[in-house]
């Protein structure tokens, strides 16, 4: 099968529905990158420089696909960067209050801290969306599971996005 370009594919549209100006239909295409495609990037360069090299590219994964399905068409000439500045697992799961804290605070949970920035077609930021985010350790599963700590990644860039999203789509 022959593949065609966007500039070609409005100019057999054009020609098909009898449009005068092949230029109108070309005008009507998309003029931005990214405008019709989801321009996402997710920079973890500051967990790998604090040697959390496999973690953090689990979790720029998981943050690159939950960021697909928070916003499948993307941002409509913007771009958005996510950049995660900090990722901490509990080392110990299912602590609870009953563990060595006796007050139950922030022995057994995880936190991911990060910023996103939406920027413009110019390249100016438009928007920031500074984020703190804590889940419970236990989140990912069953502590003994081999898969707990991918798990756990999982559900913090999915938390992540989750609230991202709110922030972003409430302005």
Same mark, same amino acid.
């Given at each position: 099968m022959t593949s065609i370009s966007r500039r070609q594919f409005f100019i057999a549209a054009a020609s098909a529905v009898g449009v005068s100006s092949v230029a109108t239909a070309v005008n009507a295409a998309p003029r931005y990158p990214g405008a019709s495609t989801p321009s996402y990037s997710v920079d973890v360069e500051r967990l790998r420089s604090l040697g959390?090299?496999?973690?953090?590219?689990w979790l720029r994964s998981a943050v690159t696909a939950e960021l697909h399905?928070?916003?499948?068409t @993307?941002?409509?000439?913007r771009r958005l960067i996510v950049r995660i500045t900090s990722?901490?697992?509990?080392? =110990?799961? @299912?602590?609870?209050?009953?563990? @060595?804290? $006796?007050? @139950? $605070?922030? &022995?057994d949970t995880d936190y991911l801290? &990060?910023?996103?920035?939406?920027? &413009?077609?110019?390249?100016?930021?438009?928007?920031?969306? *500074?984020?703190?985010l804590?889940? *419970?350790?236990?989140?990912? $599963?069953? #502590? =003994?599971?081999?898969?707990?700590?991918?798990?756990?990644i999982a559900n913090l860039a999915r938390s =992540?996005? =989750? #609230?991202?999203?709110?922030?972003i789509l409430k302005r």
């Open positions: 959390l090299g496999p973690a953090a590219e399905i928070a916003f499948p @993307g941002f409509d000439h990722l901490a697992l509990s080392s =110990y799961v @299912g602590r609870g209050s009953r563990g @060595g804290h $006796g007050s @139950g $605070g922030g &022995g801290e &990060g910023e996103a920035l939406v920027i &413009g077609a110019r390249g100016d930021i438009i928007s920031r969306h *500074p984020q703190l804590a889940l *419970p350790s236990s989140s990912g $599963g069953a #502590w =003994y599971e081999p898969e707990n700590e991918k798990a756990r =992540y996005v =989750y #609230w991202l999203s709110r922030d």
